[in-house]
Every structure is written in C-alpha cells, then in structure tokens.
C-alpha cells in the first residue's frame, strides 16, 4: 500500500532549506520588482494542488514557477505540467530541478520562457487547468490574458494578494467589485477558496494570500456584442465609478444622451452606478450601443 504523503514523494518536494540552498547557488535574491515570494512549505503546494482539484489527466500550465516548489507538487498529480517562467535564470535552472528531484516525471514537464503576457500557444497538449502563485504585480492581468488565449483552460487556481482575491471575487454591491470581478466572471465562475499565511513564503511578504477558484463558464454570457465591446463598457463605467451610469458612459456612447438611450434600451437605470451591474447588464448595453 502506498501513502503520497509518505517518504517516496515528500521527499522530491522542496522544503526552507531547499529553497535557500538553490537560490544561493544560482544566485537569486527575491525582489519586491519582480513580484518574487517562494512558497517553502511542501504542506501548502500540496494544499493548492489538492484545492485546485488536479486529476491524473490534466495538462497544468504553471505561470511563474520560480524555483519549482508548486511545480513538483502539480507534477505529482497531473498527467503534464508546463511551467512559463519569464526570469532567465530562473527558467535555465528549472528543468534541472525536476530532473534531479523527479526523475520518473521530467518528461512530463514542459518550460516556456517568456513573459506570460506575451504566449499565444502552448508546447504539447492543450491545458485543462491553470494553477499559479502570480506575482501581485501582474496577477489580474496575466489571469485573464490566459484565459482568453486558453479557452480549454476548465478550471483555474490562483495565489494572489488577499485584496485582489477579494476584488477578483467580488459580486455586484460589493464596495471591492469592479473591473477584475466582472472580466474575470465574463469566463468564470469565481470564488475565494481559502487563505493563505505570510509564513509559508521566503521572503514574507507584508500582505496575505488567498486563494481563488475559477471555473470556466460552458458559454460566457448570451449577446450579440462581442467581448472587447462589452471590456470596453466596464472600464468606461469603473473609469469613473462615483458617477451614474449617464455620465461614466457618456465618453463611451458619444455624449451623456446617447449614454441614456443605450442604458434605457438595455433596461437599465441611467441612474444606476457600475458596481451594481452583472456582466450580463453590460453586456446588454454594449448591445443597445451596437
């Protein structure tokens, strides 16, 4: 009978003294620029692997695996895991990890190098999950680059700073809901899926984690407008949050009149602010505009 806890695969994970021990021999300093906090506690890679629900049969893609510590835990339970690293020293060092730590998986293990923002194809099997500690920095915008360039992506798991998890799952009301909340939900549906402490990182950084959970939409909401235009109504309408709808829409539909035909058309309160909407309303007033 075998344990996955027990000594067989505890072992190829990477523990403090791991970590410290690697990024001394390459070098490596964390930097607050590039957004870099290592996760150094095997129980909570093996916690977000578990949370995000990783099969045998998944394609993971893994953006900024930095010294490896997730990436072994995903390799573990998926059947691939590619890793998109964007850092050069850091990218060269990564495939040696997993080779030597392991061995019976690394053909499993896919590196892109590059800057996430910038991939528009995968190596190998199309992804079926997404799993990540992104950096705070670029953490919304690498989120939903990715899901729009992968639409096989089904579910998604992401570390990020505990106030943008918050926005990210944050409903129409909230006083944190805005423009993350809504594109994210244009894909997904999105909720907070746990916290996550500051020790478990090298350096601690001076906020929380948490953790957010995606499930991809089987169709993203019904309408004729297409998804930049409906983008483009929710940046105009969170631009200027504090005013009514009339006004945040007026540079968008052309003048605060035109603002007003389109909301009425969509059934919608001029009067009405952005952070009341669902991302199904403003895909019904970039409708009424188109």
């Known amino acids: 009978m075998s344990d996955t806890t027990g000594p067989e695969t505890s072992d190829a994970l990477l523990g403090p003294a791991d970590i410290r021990e690697l990024a001394a021999a390459l070098g490596v300093r964390p930097t607050k620029q590039k957004g870099q906090n290592f996760v150094i506690d095997a129980n909570t890679v093996r916690r977000i692997v578990r949370t995000a629900g990783v099969r045998p049969d998944d394609v993971v893609v893994e953006v900024g695996p930095g010294l490896g510590s997730l990436t072994l835990a995903l390799l573990e339970a998926a059947d691939r895991v590619t890793a998109v690293e964007i850092d050069d020293v850091l990218a060269a060092a990564l495939p040696a990890t997993i080779q030597a730590r392991m ?3 690394a053909d499993r293990f896919a590196l892109v190098h590059s800057d996430a923002m910038l991939v528009e194809e995968l190596p190998g099997p199309a992804p079926t999950a997404l799993v990540a500690n992104l950096p705070y920095n670029v953490a919304v915008p690498v989120l939903l680059h990715m899901l729009e360039r992968f639409p096989t992506i089904e579910r998604t798991l992401v570390m990020v700073q505990a106030e943008v998890a918050d926005r990210l799952a944050a409903g129409p009301g909230n006083k944190v809901y805005g423009v ?3 594109k994210a939900n244009w894909y997904a ?13 090298w350096p601690a950084p001076n906020v929380d984690s948490g953790l957010v959970s995606l499930v991809r939409r089987t169709e993203p909401p019904a309408t004729t407008a297409t998804r930049q235009e409906v983008f483009a109504v929710v940046d105009a309408a969170f631009a200027q949050r504090r005013k009514t709808l009339r006004a945040a829409l007026a540079g968008w539909a052309g003048s605060p009149a035109a603002a007003e035909e389109a909301l009425v058309k969509a059934g919608i309160s001029p009067q009405a602010r952005g952070e009341s909407l669902t991302v199904e309303e403003f895909a019904r007033i970039a409708e009424a505009k188109a």
């Open 103 to 105: 061995p019976a998986r």
């Open 189 to 201: 549906e999105v909720k907070r899926a746990g916290a996550i402490g500051r020790n478990v990182f």
């Open 180 to 182: 993350p909340s809504v």
